[in-house]
């Protein structure tokens, strides 16, 4: 009995304890998507401002430039969006 008892307490603490911890690493997961995510957007608008200088400079037709820079758009979109979300589980995890 008091062996059952004894090792219950042990299970109890180390729950105690490692909540934290298992807490932690469930965002920094969050975090690391986000990170990511961020840096693949930052790629992203460089991508959109070099398009728009090659435009400027002659080096895209108006028409490449308009089909190019939706594209490139909307790819810049989607990745807001899944930062957004990527944010979203985070905060909901903690």
């Not at 790629?43 to 090659?54: G, S, V, Y």
């Amino acid at each position: 009995m008091e062996a059952a008892l004894f090792l219950m307490l042990v299970m109890l603490a180390g729950t105690v304890v490692t909540v934290p911890l298992r807490r932690a690493r469930r965002q920094d997961g969050g975090g690391e998507r986000a990170a990511a995510l961020e840096a693949a957007r930052d790629a992203k608008l460089r991508e959109i401002h070099d398009t728009e200088l090659d435009h400027s400079t002659g080096k895209l037709s108006d028409a490449d430039f308009r089909a190019l820079d939706a594209t490139l758009r909307a790819e810049a979109a989607e990745l807001l969006r899944q930062i957004d979300e990527a944010r979203d589980e985070g905060m909901a995890a903690a």
